[in-house]
């Protein structure tokens, strides 16, 4: 009897493995092959001169490692993108809370809940590159925030938002705050409905004022869902590309304090420069899983 | 057991849909397969008679002969282009062309038979290049509608195809050299590959002027005339001089600071690129001082070529006053066509200018594997080299065209005035220009090289290079990005 009931649970898992094939499918040709053979491409000589030559592909080890590390300015690009990250995020984050608290604080009874957040999700619909070529237009030097703002008295001449480091990075950090604080709201909000209504109460009848509320329940049993914001949003932050790009038309302007790891790569994919390109996205992703690890132990850690 | 003969169902279904997919795409592999086979053949025999073509075009020795071209099959004449300029030329002066849509060139039309089909893609961040390097190695193979019969270059990467095969020389479509003695020497020298085959011509000249804002020039000096103007501008230093009087009336002396580029690079002793090595010549490095010097003093902006506050200026609120440019520059990018431009009000001037120099140029080239020769050959001859029609060009477009004897004829004849010019015809400035210009110093880096170049110095002049020597460094690092082969 006993024999049998494996017996059947073994046939019935079978389906579970059939289930997976699509997944498994899918992931081994767009994700599993891309992958190896970035890793492969990397240890040759492999570009193309002047975008028609065909130069290589002669297998050089580590060179291409070498080179990233000796030559370019991978920690600059690195921190451009660190630090462009940071300046969207941790607006991002906060925003969110707020709203997030806001909207699921059933003592509120906030109406219209359906508009707002509608509302605050939009931005994230719009192309980010039509976003940054909107900005481009906005924040040019004879743009329309440069005419408002001399018209105002506020500034005797046009600011070249675009020619400076902090303005530049602030505009690409604003931008990726406004389209994608939406879609953290819509996470957190998620998280913070699935506390139990119960524990409230019971801090309502302890007489625990909001801010307690907030600190000392909502925030703990929203860790789950924190961390996955945080790591969707770091892996995401690594892999910045479009905005910058469209904004600073490629060039990472000004002098390249706007270049991201990812625009650095596109830089190498000018002559298909598979080689190098190879060894850099096989860097960005070691980095990638390495801050992901260290945001996930950081979490776990606090929780003990 | 419901459930399980549900799961057996769903799995069932799910399975046969994903073989189905395979399935189905195996079947366009197939159908694919066979139809390169066909296409194979078909090229094959094409190649094969092309072959008995330049095998009797070698019998009968150096002779200028009749090159007898195979007869077109292609009922698509498919040209890669980056804008509507060439579109519209063949649009408005081509014989028996009809348009598609008389207000869009782009949307093609019909030679006879043959349908014409553009392919614009934009020259922005080398995407027309990218385009042409993807398709053209492959074009020989393509299938017949698809084929790129001709595609357009520009002169400062016509190089990297005219060393290649992947464009015909002219030669080979019938086109003799002594059709082609009217046009200026430095419109074939550029398209001229390392082994002397000429592989692609071109309608116009580009030889560059400096065009100034009349309005301004009233204002500041009193008078409007070319050689007026000219005396104020007629040297680096005096140019100078004058923009700070500009600042003074509150005009910018150019847009920004790689206006003045090419007068510079055009004028250099070493090209960028000797043998793999990027060299920086003296020209150069002046430019980059005296733009340092006009935007620490606020004389012009920094911004980009191109970019909306470059084109400004055309406006009269943009108070710039002048440009350098050519006649493409003139009559096609300086909003001519919008109502309240100063082109449009003829408000322009041109003069000389402190140096001469070139900037630009459209070239026509025969895409090897083209299955419509002879209509590529008639199109390139009927565009560069019948006199009625280019004249007609100068007349309806404002354009510098390809032909000596006729540009020399029409620069003593007033009724060639450019009406943006405000009715001064520059016909003999674009002629004295067009003899001057020499391209022995062009490479087929040239173009990524000057974009780097203006954009490195561009953080320069904006102080976020502390010394041009940092900037250098910058620019070094993207060119090398760009060009993995070259060092410094």
Redesign the interface.
């Known amino acids: 009897m006993a024999k049998k009931k494996s017996g059947t649970v073994l046939r019935y898992n079978r389906?579970g493995y059939?289930?997976l094939?699509?997944f498994i499918?899918v992931f081994i040709i767009f994700q599993l092959i891309p992958l190896i053979s970035t890793i492969y491409n990397s240890f040759f000589e492999h570009?193309?001169?002047?975008?028609?030559t065909e130069?290589g592909p002669t297998f050089i080890g580590i060179q291409n490692y070498a080179t990233l590390f000796t030559t370019g300015?991978l920690p600059k690009y690195l921190g451009n993108t660190m630090i462009m990250w940071i300046i969207g995020f941790v607006p991002q984050i906060l925003l969110s809370l707020l709203l997030g608290a806001w909207f699921s604080d059933p003592s509120l009874r906030l109406k219209h809940q359906q508009f707002f957040k509608t509302v605050i999700y939009l931005p994230n619909l719009i192309m980010a590159s039509a976003f940054a070529m909107l900005f481009f237009?906005l924040f040019?030097?004879?743009?329309p925030i440069n005419s408002l703002l001399m018209q105002m008295g506020i500034l005797s001449e046009p600011y070249?938002f675009l020619?400076?480091?902090g303005s530049a990075r602030s505009l690409v950090g604003f931008m990726n705050f406004l389209m994608w604080f939406g879609n953290t709201t819509i996470l957190l909000l998620a998280g913070m409905l699935g506390i139990d209504t119960s524990l409230y109460e019971a801090a309502e009848v302890d007489g625990a004022t909001s801010t307690q509320v907030f600190f000392k329940i909502t925030l703990p049993l929203l860790r789950p869902i924190l961390v996955y914001v945080m790591v969707t949003s770091l892996i995401g932050g690594l892999q910045m590309y479009d905005v910058p790009q469209i904004l600073t038309?490629?060039?990472g302007?000004?002098?390249?304090?706007t270049m991201t790891l990812i625009m650095y790569l596109n830089?190498?994919l000018?002559?298909k420069?598979y080689g190098?390109g190879g060894a850099l996205s096989v860097i960005l992703f070691i980095v990638t899983g390495i801050l992901s690890v260290i945001v996930f132990k950081m979490n776990q850690a606090s929780e003990k | 057991m419901k459930k399980k003969l549900l799961?057996v169902v769903l799995?069932t279904a799910?399975?046969a849909s994903?073989l189905v997919g395979c399935g189905s795409s195996n079947d366009a592999a197939d159908d694919s397969a066979a139809t390169d086979a066909a296409t194979d053949e078909a090229t094959d025999a094409a190649t094969d008679e092309a072959t008995d073509a330049t095998d009797a075009t070698d019998a009968a020795t150096d002779e200028e002969a009749d090159v007898e071209l195979p007869e077109d099959t292609g009922k698509v004449l498919n040209i890669y282009c980056w804008n509507d300029e060439f579109a519209n030329r063949l649009k408005d002066h081509y014989p028996g062309y009809e348009a598609n849509d008389p207000d869009d060139a782009l949307a093609g039309g019909k030679i006879g038979d043959v349908e014409v089909k553009f392919t614009s893609t934009p020259s922005?961040?080398?995407a027309y290049?990218?385009n042409l390097?993807a398709t053209l190695?492959g074009n020989a193979d393509a299938a017949a509608d698809d084929k790129v019969d001709m595609f357009l270059v520009e002169a400062d990467y016509a190089l990297?195809y005219v060393n290649?095969d992947?464009c015909m020389p002219v030669a080979d479509l019938g086109i003799k050299d002594s059709e082609l003695a009217n046009q200026y020497q430095y419109t074939k020298d550029i398209m001229t590959d390392s082994d002397g085959n000429l592989k692609g011509l071109s309608w116009q000249g580009c030889p560059g002027v400096l065009i100034y804002n009349r309005e301004a020039a009233k204002e500041v000096f009193g008078s409007d005339d070319p050689d007026t103007v000219q005396a104020k501008v007629s040297d680096w230093a005096t140019f100078n001089a004058t923009a700070a009087e500009m600042k003074d009336a509150g005009y910018k002396m150019t847009a920004t600071t790689n206006d003045t580029f090419r007068t510079y690079s055009n004028n250099v002793t070493t090209p960028w690129v000797v043998d793999g090595k990027i060299q920086i010549d003296d020209n150069i490095k002046a430019w980059v001082d005296a733009s340092k010097e006009m935007a620490d003093n606020g004389y012009c902006?920094?911004?980009?070529l191109w970019?909306?506050?470059w084109s400004?200026g055309f406006y009269p609120d943009g108070k710039v006053f002048c440009y350098f440019g050519p006649a493409w520059l003139i009559n096609f990018s300086m909003a001519a066509d919008t109502e309240g431009s100063i082109a449009n009000a003829g408000g322009w001037g041109a003069c000389e200018g402190p140096q001469g120099f070139y900037w630009g140029g459209t070239w026509i080239a025969a895409a090897t594997g083209t299955d419509n020769a002879n209509l590529v050959a008639d199109i390139m001859r009927k565009l560069t080299t019948d006199e009625t029609i280019m004249t007609d060009i100068v007349k309806a477009d404002s354009d510098f065209v390809n032909n000596k004897p006729a540009m020399e004829a029409a620069a003593q004849d007033d009724s060639y005035a450019f009406p943006v010019l405000g009715g001064q015809n520059p016909l003999a400035m674009f002629c004295a220009g067009a003899d001057k210009i020499s391209l022995s110093n062009i490479t087929?880096?040239d173009q990524g090289c000057n974009e780097e170049f203006q954009?490195a110095m561009?953080?320069y002049f904006?102080g976020?290079?502390a010394t041009y020597d940092e900037a250098l460094d910058?620019f070094y690092?993207?060119i090398t990005?760009?060009?993995?082969?070259l060092t410094y």
């Open positions: 389906w059939i289930f094939i699509p499918v570009y193309f001169k002047n975008g028609l130069v300015d237009t040019s030097d004879g743009g070249k020619s400076h480091a038309n490629g060039q302007n000004p002098a390249r304090t830089k190498h000018y002559s420069n190098l | 799961s799995s799910m399975v994903l922005t961040d080398n290049q990218n390097d190695p990297k290649t992947l902006g920094t911004q980009a970019s909306d506050d400004k087929e880096y954009n561009t953080g904006d976020n290079y910058a690092t993207a990005e760009k060009y993995p082969e």
